[in-house]
């Protein structure tokens, strides 16, 4: 019987194509670790210490050159995600969430869905700020080296985004920023095997992500840099609850203004309103945290709280 014999050569090559097998890595869904930026949000979000604001979500607009599929529908469930995990109560007032509403509201008035506790007709909470924008540029690229018996590719997905977080009651911007993100995959192999990369989905989500990550912590920057204001839940006597809880960081014994809001402000060259006149009409103290989102007070039962007044640190 012949034995089947290597020459040096061929068993060399046998040795690179096995041991050289092609690898690919990439950053995960949560891609940002190459940044940094999951960390950084992370401790925005616990260095937070306003009141757990309900921030409408607008759908982001599809402004790219090339109008990228599903990017402005993406855009929306990510920052929806971010928005809850930093602390905030966001609500979907996309036009397809409406849509959606909609739709329930009848199946409720028909009867084909039961309204129990919940009826949907009674409409969304009350909103503090809403933020919208836009998706105004995306691209992908394949980068690396093309060596004798080694090559390496990545594949690059960058895209910009434009944003505001916008106050409800005056309509200001408190935030108005441009930002980029940026996610990369990469894939190597030996002798021309194994280097390409099939597309994914995920480089899309994957830089939106890290968009999203910088523009959040911006914005619990900006809201934790506002002056604490909150508003009286109910009043039942001289026990007053408001919107604070624990997250708000107040200490027990901390004294509040509270004050009611008047006319608007209307300014006479614009025609755009600057407020509303507020009058201080007593004052409550911080009693205990009743959970995350509430607190309870107390102050005078012959002040005349009512429900929505204005409450505020005194300095």
Do not use: W
């Amino acid at each position: 019987m012949k034995r089947l014999t290597l020459s040096p050569l061929a068993m060399g090559a046998f040795v690179v194509l096995v041991g050289c097998q092609a690898q690919m890595t990439g950053q995960v869904k949560d891609d940002t670790s190459v940044t940094g930026q999951p960390q950084k949000l992370e401790a925005a979000g616990k260095n937070y210490t306003g009141p757990q604001y309900t921030i409408g979500l607008v759908s982001f607009a599809n402004k790219t050159p090339s109008k990228v599929l599903g990017v402005g529908e993406a855009a929306t469930d990510i920052l929806r995600t971010m928005l809850k995990s930093s602390g905030l109560e966001p609500i979907d007032i996309s036009t397809s969430a409406m849509q959606q509403q909609e739709e329930l509201i009848k199946l409720q008035q028909t009867g084909a869905v039961k309204s129990g506790k919940k009826d949907a007709a009674e409409g969304f909470d009350s909103i503090d700020y809403r933020v919208q924008g836009a998706i105004t540029g995306y691209s992908e690229a394949q980068e690396g080296t093309d060596l004798l018996v080694y090559q390496k590719k990545a594949q690059v997905a960058r895209v910009q985004v434009d944003y505001s977080l916008i106050d409800v009651a005056t309509g200001r911007s408190l935030v108005a920023e441009s930002g980029m993100g940026e996610y990369r995959k990469e894939t190597s192999g030996a002798l021309g095997l194994g280097s390409r990369s099939s597309a994914d989905a995920g480089l899309r989500d994957g830089a939106l992500r890290d968009a999203f990550s910088k523009a959040m912590e911006k914005m619990i920057a900006k809201l934790s840099s506002q002056p604490f204001q909150t508003r009286i839940m109910s009043v039942e006597g001289s026990e007053v609850l408001i919107r604070a809880g624990e997250k708000s960081k107040l200490s027990e014994g901390t004294k509040l203004a509270v004050y009611r809001a008047g006319k608007d402000l209307i300014d006479p060259e614009t025609g755009r309103s600057l407020g509303r006149k507020e009058k201080q009409i007593g004052e409550i103290v911080l009693v205990n945290h009743q959970n995350e989102r509430v607190s309870e007070a107390k102050g005078s039962p012959t002040a005349g709280f009512e429900v929505g007044d204005v409450v505020r640190v005194m300095k």
